[in-house]
């Protein structure tokens, strides 16, 4: 193993030549997991992490690989390690399997184990000094012999393993600093390694630090790699398996598993199938639904009906505009719970209302029937839009479709609301009601749509019979 002395290391750093132009460029990225994966051929990626040492770019470097995506749904402190690096570098078969699944387009596979020979051949030719940190006692060291061994010029500026007490911390991250290492390499395993550099990374002093894993075990010597045909075949876990099969086997083979399920998951999602698969769950449930509660309460539709023709001979029904989705118009039925002449005395009372000037509301509104005060009391007069349901024009659960008037009021953020179908019912239909004010009813029907889904809208037809019974904002 060869070491250049810090003395030696003044004069390459001042021969060495500075490509800001490759540091500096932007790659373009996939976002697979909520994770941005940078899209490079690995020759070019290795130049441009050699090129930010010369540019004195200071730069954080991760992998992810199927085991990664596992382990960073379950730790935050990890999660956000990941989060935080300047560049994450696709790892794997798995992360193949997962842009593929999501029709996305993925460079190369950059694992670190392929991605090094072509590092030490760039910091080679710029004189670039690398630390190896991790592994067992003397497996960096194999590593940095392997390292120098092929590229003779290479200058590897200091090893240590993995193994070190807290009290050391401070004086080996002095040591790596006194190196002049341009890239720090630690090989930690998953998720110490990026735990370690997120909360070590502002004393060090390297322009690029790097979390590598086991490469070192590869490169040492310590764990043989795959044959060559078992990389070609991307089998390369299956070989790691085999030699470790009592460590490696629950991150390989139910660890693989959860990842699969999460990567077909996560690639429907990015296909659009789930929402497609919830727009089918969402029909079904409101043709069901709506079927089912029009049958089981068919009595009281006929009590209600007989109740409002004997108050005062008019029309059962009221049909009134209202605005669906994407701002269409449409026909909502409900029972008649006010005076035929309800409309034209509507202007005389706007003054009167008791919510801000969106909607209109009364808690005492003159123009309600006896009959209608009651049905509203109990939401009877809404059991008529279970038609509109059935018909498509409603949902059973959804913002609650306004009145052109109301939406030619609506200002700014106001008009999201309208983004999806109205329903029977809401998130602020069973917290309050009319006792919610308007631009706090806004928020939560944009929060519903943001997060609509089959368990969201059983969860809120189950606490609806609860609130219509309280009766809390009824009026």
Not at 129 to 144: C, Y
Not at 466 to 472: I, Q
Request: aromatic share 8%; glycine share 10%; hydrophobic share 40%.
């Amino acid at each position: 193993m060869k070491y250049i002395p810090s003395s030696d290391f003044q004069r390459v750093l001042g021969a060495q030549v500075e490509d800001r132009g490759e540091a500096d460029r932007i790659w373009p990225v996939t976002k697979l997991f909520s994770l941005p994966l940078v899209c490079a051929g690995r020759t070019e990626i290795a130049r441009h992490i050699v090129a930010q040492v010369g540019a004195h770019k200071r730069s954080t470097i991760n992998f992810v690989n199927a085991h990664c995506v596992n382990q960073q749904r379950e730790d935050v402190a990890y999660r956000e390690a990941l989060r935080s690096s300047d560049m994450l570098l696709p790892d794997g078969v798995g992360m193949e399997i997962a842009a593929k699944l999501a029709a996305a387009r993925l460079g190369e596979n950059l694992n670190g184990t392929d991605l090094f020979p072509e590092i030490c051949r760039e910091a080679e030719e710029e004189g670039t000094g690398i630390f190896l940190l991790g592994g067992l006692p003397g497996v960096a060291d194999g590593a940095a012999d392997w390292a120098t061994a092929n590229f003779p010029a290479l200058r590897i500026a200091g090893t240590h393993s993995g193994y070190f007490d807290t009290e050391e911390e401070d004086a080996l991250i002095e040591r790596i600093n006194r190196s002049h290492a341009g890239i720090v390499m630690v090989g930690f395993g998953v998720p110490l390694q990026e735990k370690w550099i997120a909360r070590n990374r502002h004393k060090l002093r390297a322009s690029v630090i790097m979390g590598v894993g086991g490469l070192f075990d590869y490169y040492s010597g310590r764990i043989p790699r795959a044959p060559k045909l078992v990389r070609a075949c991307k089998g390369e876990w299956v070989w790691r398996l085999a030699m470790e099969p009592r460590r490696m086997a629950r991150r390989y083979v139910w660890g693989n598993a959860m990842f699969l399920a999460h990567a077909v998951f996560a690639g429907a999602q990015a296909r659009g199938l789930t929402d497609q698969a919830n727009e089918l769950a969402k029909r079904m449930l409101d043709v069901v639904g709506a079927g089912f509660a029009i049958l089981t309460l068919l009595p009281i539709f006929l009590a209600t009906a007989l109740s409002i023709r004997l108050e005062d001979k008019g029309p059962v029904l009221f049909r009134q505009t209202r605005i669906g989705a994407d701002g269409k118009p449409f026909s909502m039925i409900k029972f008649r719970s006010m005076y035929k002449d309800a409309e034209e005395r509507r202007k005389a009372l706007l003054s009167q209302s008791e919510r801000d000037g969106t909607c209109f509301k009364m808690r005492n509104d003159p123009r309600i029937t006896r009959t209608g005060r009651f049905i509203r009391r109990f939401s009877i007069d809404e059991l008529p839009q279970l038609f509109n349901v059935l018909f498509g024009t409603m949902s059973l659960v959804g913002p609650r479709p306004a009145l052109p008037s109301e939406v030619a009021t609506y200002r700014g953020t106001h008009w999201q609301r309208l983004a999806g179908k109205p329903g029977i019912t809401c998130t602020w239909q069973v917290r309050g009601r009319a006792e919610i004010p308007f631009a706090r009813q806004a928020i939560m029907d944009r929060a519903y749509l943001k997060r609509t889904n089959l368990w969201v809208d059983i969860k809120l037809l189950v606490c609806t019979p609860g609130a219509v019974l309280r009766g809390r904002g009824a009026y």
